[in-house]
């Protein structure tokens, strides 16, 4: 995962040294959670020390989120938005914290990028493939 995170990080106009930055900035975890290979490494418990842990990183790498929010293209900020109001929604209707916003967002950006995809496939070659990465995405969100 970090290979391919990476190589899109620097395909939005963020510098090779802040893909792990934008990881964090998706999930609002650091980095070593991120790449956690458990299943909720990415569940924020919402309790006191998550919370100045994320006000400590926030204040660290100010200057670099300012960076990296300055070169991200418009719609990859409005997907930073819509998980941050998702993460609201979630916590406000179910009361504690949850994957569901990660989930939702996961499946939303799926589905737009399969359709980009699909719009610009230039052969016949091409579906099939897109076709395929289509149902390994579905499958992998049945899974969850």
Sequence with gaps: MPKEFKETCMKFGAREDLYALF??????????????????????????????????????????????????????????????????????????PSLESFIIIGRVSSEALIEEKLSHATSLFTYPFVCFEQISLEARFLTM
């Design 23 to 96: 990881a964090g900035i998706l999930t609002m975890r650091p980095w070593n959670r991120v790449i956690d290979p458990a299943v909720d490494h990415l569940a924020i418990q919402g309790n006191a020390n998550d919370h100045s842990e994320l006000q400590m990183y926030a204040s660290q790498y100010f200057p670099q989120i300012i960076e990296l929010l300055y070169k991200l293209p418009c719609v990859i900020l409005l997907m930073l938005k819509t998980n941050d109001f998702l993460r609201f929604v979630n916590n406000v209707l179910i009361q504690k």
